[in-house]
């Protein structure tokens, strides 16, 4: 299949465009926010092409996958001169919680054309999409690798845009935690919290060395971070809020609303490596089953098949 998908997610995208099909990426010439194109910091297959606003106007496709809301108002039909849902099989891809839980309607609600795709259950249950057919379909990431060293006696968080995001990706817990427990802090534009932001695969290897991964988000879908870090060995503290009960056993780490449980626990793995490793071995165990990379594009092969067939 020929699949328009913007880049939005960078994450996301480099597990998605790993699938069978041809992947087309809205590029401008200033790779602004509508149109960054391929990646930079991944190595995506020959399978992902940039196509430009004037080319949409006469490219097939056979299906666009929206993720924002202004996609599906009026971003698609301008640049393809085509109603998605209507003259193009939609799909609106769903990465967050809703904000107001006491007004959660969804963009994509109540459209009998358009199918909504949740990355978590706990999206799903929160959403109010009306008639709209929902599916879910979890995560899956390309496996880094079992890394996992634990040189470090130290744990270790991951949070884009953590001065604005606060509250919501818990940084103010990681700055509270600090005071108690070595905590170090990446992400993009981290630095001013004492972070640092670092490529991709710098990024695994430096997780890699700490002993144990705190995941401190309160409202915000299930981390990519934290999946990350299951595959690579790592133990994992969680916050008990959204989807994290689902994804980490007990055999895998400690999952708390409580801050008295998780700065425990944080202690207890920064100080014994060896139950740390254990339970790291289970995390990665867990990952590779539940958000394994072929377990996600299959999903999607089900669904486009499903959609455009």
């Not at 999409?129 to 040189?151: N, R, W």
């Not at 409202?219 to 994290?244: D, N, Q």
């Not at 490793?277 to 999607?300: C, I, T, Y």
């Amino acid at each position: 299949m020929r699949i328009l998908v913007w880049h939005v997610h960078g994450s996301w995208l480099n597990a998605f465009v790993q699938g069978r099909h041809t992947y087309l990426l809205p590029v401008l010439p200033d790779r602004s926010t509508n149109g960054l194109g391929r990646a930079r910091t991944w190595d995506w297959p020959g399978t992902t092409e940039e196509i430009t606003p004037d080319e949409m106007r006469q490219a097939p496709f056979d299906v666009v996958v929206a993720q924002r809301p202004f996609e599906l108002d009026h971003l698609i039909a301008r640049w393809t001169g085509r109603k998605p849902g209507t003259d193009l099989p939609c799909i609106y891809l769903e990465h967050n919680t809703p904000r107001r839980l006491e007004n959660p309607g969804h963009p994509a609600a109540d459209r009998h054309d358009i199918r909504v795709v949740h990355v978590t259950h706990f999206n799903q249950l929160m959403w109010d999409t009306g008639c709209s057919a929902t599916t879910v379909i979890e995560h899956g990431i390309v496996d880094p690798g079992y890394c996992y060293t634990g040189e470090m006696a130290s744990a270790v968080a991951v949070i884009n845009d953590p001065a604005t995001r606060n509250r919501l990706t818990g940084t103010d817990l990681v700055l509270s935690l600090r005071s108690n427990v070595p905590v170090d802090l990446f992400g993009m534009r981290s630095e001013r919290l004492g972070g640092s932001d670092l490529p991709q695969a710098q990024l695994h290897h430096e997780m890699a060395r700490r002993r144990v991964y705190l995941h401190p988000n309160r409202w915000t879908s299930l981390g990519l971070s934290l999946i990350e870090a299951m595959h690579l060995g790592m133990a994992v503290v969680a916050v008990g809020a959204t989807e994290a009960y689902e994804a980490v056993p007990a055999s895998a780490g400690v999952v708390s609303n409580r801050i008295d449980v998780l700065e425990a626990a944080l202690n207890r793995f920064v100080s014994d490596p060896d139950e740390a490793r254990e339970r790291g071995r289970v995390a990665r165990q867990v990952a590779l089953e539940r958000f394994g990379l072929k377990r996600m594009l299959n999903d999607w092969d089900r669904l486009l098949e499903e959609v455009v067939l």
